[in-house]
Structures are given as C-alpha cells and as structure tokens.
C-alpha cells in the first residue's frame, strides 16, 4: 500500500516508524512531516487543510490509505470530504467524520454528549460573552480551583485551571471579551474541579466495535511538579502504575462502551482514534475531555508497546473487521521526555542546530519541531524532540529517556526533569 500520513509532530513520527514497519507497506508520504520522518518516508510540503490540494496530491501519488494525525483536518471535515468526492472513492481514510470530529473541536458538544450518555464527568456551564456576567456568577458560587475551557480547539492550551477567584474571572474576560485564544474561546465552559490524578486512555473504533490500547500518564504544565502554564504536552510515561484491571474495567464499563453506544445512537460516522482524557478521582473514572486522535506526547509511548501490525489494525478498521483483532502490548516500560525551546509555551527561537542526535540502546528520538536544513537537524516549534526509552522498569525506561535528552545539544534546549518520578 501507498500511505499518506498527515501532520508533522512527534505523534506522525511515531506512526509513520510503526507503520513502515509493516509488510504491508509500500511506501509513506508525510504531509508536512518533519526533519524525522524524512528518514522514514517523503516529506511533501502541502497545506493539509487545503482539501483540493491533498486531492490532487492522493490522485498524483495513487495513495491506496490516508491516516489523519492532528485535529484540525479532521474537525474541518477531511473525512468526509474524501469519502463524498466521486474520483476517491476508492481511497481508505483513517478517521472520524467531521460530526464525530466535534467531540473534541467543541467542548460543548462533547459535553452535552457525556450528559446524554450518563458517561461520568464533571458539571459544567457554558458561556458567551453575552451571558459573561452570568459566567462571573457562576464562578462565585464555585469553590476553588476554576477550570475555563475554550469551547474550540487551541492547540491544547486553552484549558486554565485557577486557585484564585478574582484570577478566574480576569481569565474569563480575557477569553471572552478579548478573544484571547480567538474564535476558540467564543464559547467558554467553567467546569468542576475534579481532584484526583489523570490518566490517557486510548480505543482504535469503527463505532461499533472497539480495540483497547494502551493506557498513559502525560504531563502537561511546562514546569516542574506541574506548575506553570499548560503545555501540548512535556512527557509521559506507559503503562500507568494505578491504571490496574480493576480500574481499567470501570474505564470500559462505564466510559468506554456508552461512548460507542452514544456515537452509534447519534449514527456518527467514526473509523479512527478515539483519546479518552480521564480523572481517577478515589478509584473512580471520570471524564476530562475526548480527543479524536492520538495525544502527542503520548503516541511516543503507547505505539512502541503495541506489537501488532499497526497498518493491518487500521485497515481492519476501515474494513469493519475490527472485531477480528485483539492487541498484543509490549511487556515494558515505555517512556518519554519532550526536549523543548527555551521560552515554549510563550515566545522562543527557531533554527538552532541540534547536535548528537545519537540513539542508545533501547531508545528511540522522535522528532516534532525540526527540519532538516541541507542535512543538518534544526528547531522549528516549541516541541523539537521526543526521548523514549524502554526498561523492565519504570527507573529503567526513564533512565535511557534522560540518557539521551543530556546528551542532545542545542542552543535553546529546554525539558522538565520529573517525568515519572510521582509514579515510582
């Protein structure tokens, strides 16, 4: 098969490794990709969100499958764009339809979905900037922390949770009134403060039958012991210590399954990734949010440990057969540990050489923010490199992650130094 893979971050690596792997595979296309994925496939320089150009590009190429990695195309409605254009209509794509895709491109939709489901999650209202006196309200009558949610997507900083109320509401002018995060904000939910520890869960559906994959623990604030701001993500870890049989088979029971009975009652058409964001709140899950594709750090460890053929997997998917498959996951600890700018979340410099790109044994470096400038390794984004390493344990598997995020060398590097340590 002729694979195009869609994005350009650590998740697309990740896939594309993983499924290069595959007998099955003929050939990858990353549509940007990154100075990683070059080594893997071809890095082809289209806009991603221009339709027509990935047709013409799917056409040019005789791409046989389309795996969508970031949220935009899919909430954009790429999906159904292929699947309803008469001269594709032979070409797999890997992904939920644009109706599915608003469980994550609007935090109100998915809420109101949960409700409707009777699917655990926090109480939350919804507010404009015409109600915002209403939202002010609404957060006097809260007890600390304020959770603020951007109803759109904000590239995973849109979500601020605040110990102080009269912060609460500034944050809430901020978003509503002055459009801090753009159209994204127009609507705002303030949400109940679940306290308990958070937990990745991922499912692979066609909407009617479902795979589970494996479970991990990300790490989002920018620094250490989780403070400062909310980032796309600064490390994980896989599998998750507290995440046992037990709990794993409420996630199922009470999460996982009324999902895919809600998505076949609202006849969504969903083939794709689905990202459970979850709260253990005392042995409890509860939902945080969904994500309609992998989470970014969390690719870097839950695809390493699944043994399956990932393209085999995916098709069965596409095909309906996902009932024929069940997945194998790598007896091992995975980790990884983002390598980021100096300055990311805020402002931070592009275009410094990266140096001593070595792997270790049992590791493996993803790249997300690079680009390959005549042959050397340069940062482009706030999120340059993922660390993964492999171990019997925890301590193992981060040791090799620390290994070599040391060892890389540029100007500006920057990374958290707790990754893990809560769970050992």
């Keep these: 098969m002729i694979i195009l893979i869609l994005g ?31 080594k893997i496939g071809t890095n082809i320089d289209i806009d991603i969100n221009n339709f027509h150009e990935v047709k013409s590009f799917i056409l040019d190429k005789k791409i046989d499958l389309v795996i969508v990695g970031p949220e935009d195309p899919l909430v954009n409605g790429i999906v159904d764009f292929i699947n309803n254009d008469k001269d594709l209509n032979e070409i797999k794509i890997f992904g939920p339809s644009k109706k599915g895709a608003q469980l994550e491109g609007s935090k109100n939709f998915s809420k109101d979905f949960m409700f409707r489901n009777n699917i655990p999650c926090g109480a939350s209202k919804t507010f404009s900037q015409e109600t915002f006196d209403n939202g002010v309200d609404f957060i006097k009558s809260l007890s600390a922390p304020y959770v603020l ?96 049989e037990t709990f794993l088979k409420k996630v199922e029971e009470k999460i996982i399954k009324k999902t895919i009975e809600g998505i076949q009652a609202d006849e969504i058409e969903y083939k794709g990734f689905l990202f459970i964001g979850l ?69 931070y410099k592009k275009g410094d050489k990266i140096n001593n790109l070595e792997e270790i044994d049992e590791s493996i470096i993803f790249h997300a923010g690079t680009k390959n400038n005549k042959g050397n390794i340069e940062s482009n984004g706030g999120r340059v490199l993922a660390a993964t390493g492999f171990g019997g344990t925890i301590e193992d598997a981060l040791s090799k992650s620390y290994t070599i995020a040391n060892n890389i060398s540029w100007k500006n590097k920057y990374f958290r130094r707790d990754i893990g340590k809560d769970l050992i």
């Design 8 to 38: 350009s971050g650590g998740r697309e690596h990740a896939l594309s490794w993983k499924i290069s792997k595959s007998s099955l595979c003929n050939k990858i296309y990353i549509a940007p990709g990154n100075g990683g994925t070059d």
């Design 149 to 244: 949610k951007a109803d759109g997507l904000a590239a995973g900083k849109g979500v601020l949770i605040i110990d102080n109320k009269d912060e609460a509401i500034k944050e809430l002018h901020s978003m509503l009134i002055d459009k801090k995060f753009g159209d994204a904000s127009k609507n705002v939910l303030i949400e109940e403060f679940l306290d308990g520890i958070e937990l990745s869960v991922f499912v692979i559906t066609d909407g009617k039958n479902y795979v589970m994959l494996p479970e991990a623990k990300d790490y989002k604030r920018i620094g250490e012991k989780d403070s400062g701001p909310n980032t796309g993500g600064m490390g994980a870890i896989s599998p998750v210590s507290f995440a046992n």
């Design 279 to 347: 709260m253990n709140v005392r042995g409890e899950p509860y939902v945080i949010e969904y994500n309609v594709r992998m989470g970014d750090p969390e690719t870097q460890v839950v695809i390493p440990r699944i043994e399956n053929d990932l393209l085999e997997v995916i098709i069965k998917c596409i095909d309906g057969e996902l009932n024929k498959i069940k997945i194998k996951s790598l007896n091992k600890f995975v980790s990884t540990v983002i390598l980021a700018s100096n300055g990311y979340p805020n402002s």
